[in-house]
């Protein structure tokens, strides 16, 4: 979705894997809800709400709303502008506008304002406007979805990702993959000193003590006649 940055998780997923490609692209809110659905792109960040049918999806973090405004606007004179600020605005509808873009350049010229998720105002920010956040506006989070039913051990290795967990977690599908081949690898020293243990060393026989190989016992010593 615009506004959402996966840099640091897609960068994070190439240290990892680096013989696994992973490419993001973004999408507006329709055309990412279609290409989840039918296959063109694995996991998705969304916005909530979102029809959650088939799908799996957990969410991530909370977004502040924002109103941006043209710089000569009243309401840049105020640190916040509380939701009550509003009530005289014309607060432009983002779809109706076609979309937060043409919506923040519409509210550049004056013809009223706009709200929407800071990191959206950021995305498209515009030298001839202000952003002011809405201190009392509900947040909106932002979640990582996929088709439940096409869950495999890659994305669950992107969630793992995108959750903060190691390489090394155990929660890690390769990890887990991992744990066996350094078990067995581990075991294979000690299996060779079992094998090893009650063997004599080559050339060397065990004597009972106060004999050695070979000599003659002290009773047959001294005497002749």
């Not at 940055?5 to 692209?25: H, Q």
């Not at 659905?37 to 502040?64: H, K, M, Q, T």
Request: proline share 7%.
């Amino acid at each position: 979705m615009p506004g959402v940055t996966p840099g640091k998780w897609v960068g994070r997923w190439r240290e990892r894997n680096p013989d696994l490609p992973i490419e993001a692209t973004e999408y507006d809110a329709g055309a990412l809800a279609s290409a989840l659905r039918d296959g063109s792109v694995d996991i998705a960040f969304v916005r909530l709400p979102v029809d959650r049918d088939a799908l799996s999806v957990i969410p991530l973090y909370e977004e502040l709303a924002v109103v941006v405004m043209s710089k000569e606007n009243e309401l840049s004179l105020l640190d916040e502008v509380p939701l009550a600020e509003l009530g005289t605005e014309n607060v432009l509808d983002v779809e109706e506008c076609g979309g937060a873009r043409m919506a923040i350049e519409i509210a550049a010229s004056g013809a009223g304002v706009v709200m929407l998720p800071m990191s959206v105002a950021r995305h498209y920010n515009r030298r001839d406007v202000e952003v002011r956040v809405v201190p009392d506006s509900p947040s909106t989070t932002i979640a990582v979805a996929w088709i439940a039913d096409n869950t495999t051990d890659d994305i669950e290795e992107f969630i793992g990702i995108v959750r903060g967990r190691t390489a090394r977690s155990s929660r890690q599908p390769s990890a887990q993959k991992e744990a066996p081949r350094q078990k067995e690898t581990r075991s294979e020293p000690k299996k060779a000193a079992k094998s090893a243990k009650g063997r004599s060393a080559p050339g060397r026989t065990r004597n009972k003590p106060g004999t050695s190989k070979g000599a003659p016992n002290a009773r047959g010593r001294g005497r002749r006649r």
